[in-house]
């Protein structure tokens, strides 16, 4: 049988009336703070994921058995960050009002916003669940307010205080942290404290927001801001898996995977496996 060449996400080929989930990636990154490349992030994982099995033995599930479409790349404007989310905020909003949940790769992790602008007008009780090696929590970076560096500050103005739980985190600037203490709920280093947040989050619905720098980078080199001392990989699996099953997830994103960062290949597969748990664990 002949079939067209449309790369898709491993098993992600379902069409728009049947699918629960819409991967769409975000090949942006130009406002990263110190090593670009995360532009070809989304493109890398779709392509690899066919490295990996459609199986999780530790789930017991197959990507086979579910529905998820799978988009493609947003064709963004490269230079204009309001624009460019602009671009994301449409599709998101598109997926949201045709009642599905949508699954963002990135890109950089400011492509959040864009998605996240749109999630919160569809569900305004919206939290969100954040895992980071960084805080993101400037009100400026360089004096831009739409940075990498600041998307969890502009998500905050979304939806004000108490609303945002941060786990991983383990860099940013003293006045970040001071304000975080003021307005989120910042779990360092690690994801203690996962389960009783999922409680008080029960039936909530929730913006779900993976950087995957919160690898450590012995696990997870091919990222544009490493920073040691981060968690394994089985941690964040664990963690990706909780949060999906138990959590009322209407909407989610993985970013800041750098392929030019990443010769040996292990990041991408990382980033594959991350997304393949993700989406067994949402369905
Ligand atoms: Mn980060």
Known sequence: MLNRNIEVFMCCDKEADEAGTVLFGAPFDCTTSYRPGTRFGSGAIRRESFGIESYSPYQDKDLQDIAVMDLGDLELCLGDASTALAQIEEAAEEILTAGKRPFLLGGEHLVTLGAFRAAARHFPELHVIHFDAHADLRDDYLGAKLSHACVLRRCWELVGDGKIFQFGIRSGDREEFRWGMEHVT????????????????????????????????????????????????????????????????????????SPPYDPSGISTAAACKVVREMLLALH
């Open 186 to 257: 910042t779990r360092r280093f690690d994801f203690e404290g996962l389960e009783e947040t999922l409680d008080r989050l029960s039936g909530k619905p929730v913006y779900f927001t993976v950087d995957l720098d919160v690898l450590d980078p012995s696990v997870f080199p091919g990222t544009g801001t490493p920073e040691p001392g981060g968690v394994s990989f089985d941690a964040l699996r664990r963690a990706v898996t909780l949060v999906c099953s138990r959590a009322n997830v209407v909407a989610c994103d993985v970013n800041e995977l």
